[in-house]
């Protein structure tokens, strides 16, 4: 699957809050038994954008382009740092199995 970089752009300039307000997370990080960070459950994706995207509610993202995401501040930096990616690569978890979501970013 393809993103185009003029709308990775709009999406990136228009700030990670913007973004965050069209996907719904769990209050609390999903964690191993042990009490380690394993990543962010999705329990809603809100409008039309997500057409495509093979993420669903109950889907724990685990990295972003093979970063962490635990902290607000790496969120940010990996957000940010797709205006110049050339892919999107989400680590997501589903039903306790590992994926990885690819997505490539492409100038007209």
């Known amino acids: 699957m393809t993103l185009r970089r003029a709308e ?50 109950g889907d724990v993202v685990t990295k972003v382009n093979g970063f962490p995401i635990e902290r607000p501040e790496q969120a940010l930096e990996v957000f940010q740092s797709l205006d110049i990616a050339s892919e999107l690569r989400v680590g997501v978890e589903r039903d306790g199995v590992p994926r990885e979501l690819r997505y490539s970013i492409i100038d007209p």
């Open 8 to 57: 990775v752009h709009r999406i990136v300039a228009n700030g990670l809050g913007a973004f965050l307000s069209r996907v719904s997370l769990d209050d609390h990080p999903a964690k191993t038994s042990d009490g380690k960070f394993v990543g962010f459950r999705i329990t809603a994706l809100q409008g039309d954008s997500w057409r495509g995207v093979d993420l669903k509610p």
